[in-house]
């Protein structure tokens, strides 16, 4: 059992949490809670190694078990080191470090996902949930984007790293032809909060790609020049703008709808 806070192990989660550098470094993100695990079990998204407390529920406990089965290693720590580690309010008694790595996007993809200045972690994370649930094939993340892998974009996404590609990106990658213009080319249509076009008026059902700017200011200057046109959701004029979060939803799902009638 571990209970030295100076241990390597203990140290190192340390700063996968608290640092995108150490992330960086290291090509590893922590992973908490026994739904997370679970989803990276899943996606066969195998953990460095796994560490838990003896307050783990016996759900936990079986997944425990899974890992040690598949070649993870797996380590009792005490429940007041591991709370100590704990980035939730009520810790559940689980973690794991991945390896940070980056999903391959399929070739000549026709729905797509970019985040451009996107901070808040919380907003970053449901971005990817939706982008998940709408089948986007990937999420492009470009310069001044918050770390998609840090710990409340981890948990707020609820499995989705696991399941799409995530891909660092700058506007000259983005727009120098492997992504808006491939043989068929694709369409960028930035939101922006007033102006453009109502999403409904929009024909969605070809390669497309839709640009969700920042909370603060909005899309980035590249952003708009790289864009085929602005998309826009009406609403009431009493609300200045919607979550980044729901917004990219309500896109992402128009799409969906769109291609399925």
């Known amino acids: 059992m571990i209970t030295s806070s100076n241990n390597p192990k203990i140290r190192l989660v340390r700063?996968?949490?608290?640092?995108?550098?150490?992330?960086?470094?290291?090509?590893?993100?922590?992973?908490?809670?026994?739904?997370?695990?679970?989803?990276?079990?899943?996606?066969?998204?195998?953990?460095?190694w796994i560490l838990f407390s003896e307050s783990l529920s016996n759900r936990g406990k079986d997944l425990v078990s899974e890992f040690r089965q598949t070649g993870v290693e797996t380590e009792e720590v005490s429940e007041a080191l591991l709370r100590s580690l704990?980035?939730?309010?009520?810790?559940?008694?689980?973690?794991?470090?991945?390896?940070?790595?980056?999903l391959p996007m399929p070739g000549n993809p026709d729905f797509i996902l970019i985040c451009d200045g996107i901070r808040d972690p919380g907003n970053m994370g449901t971005i990817l949930r939706s982008a998940t649930a709408a089948g986007t094939q990937a999420v492009i993340i470009t310069p001044g984007t918050t770390d998609p892998f840090a710990p409340k974009v981890v948990r707020s996404g609820m499995g989705a790293h696991f399941q799409i590609p995530i891909l660092n990106m700058n506007w000259e990658e983005i727009t120098a032809g492997t992504i808006a213009n491939p043989p068929k080319r694709m369409r960028l249509f930035v939101a922006e909060s007033e102006g453009g076009t109502p999403y409904w008026n929009l024909d969605l059902t070809g390669p497309v790609g839709i640009i969700i700017g920042g909370e603060a200011h909005g899309p980035s200057r590249q952003a708009v020049e790289a864009a085929s046109g602005k998309i826009f959701i009406p609403m009431n004029p009493n609300i200045e703008?919607?979550?980044?979060?729901?917004?990219?939803?309500?896109?992402?799902?128009?799409?969906?709808?769109q291609r399925s009638i």
């Open 15 to 48: 700063g996968l949490l608290a640092k995108k550098s150490e992330r960086k470094k290291h090509h590893m993100f922590v992973m908490e809670g026994v739904r997370l695990c679970e989803e990276s079990l899943s996606a066969k998204w195998q953990p460095e």
């Open 241 to 257: 703008s919607l979550n980044a979060g729901i917004a990219a939803s309500i896109l992402l799902f128009e799409v969906v709808r």
């Open 86 to 102: 704990s980035d939730t309010e009520t810790p559940q008694g689980i973690l794991g470090v991945c390896p940070l790595k980056e």
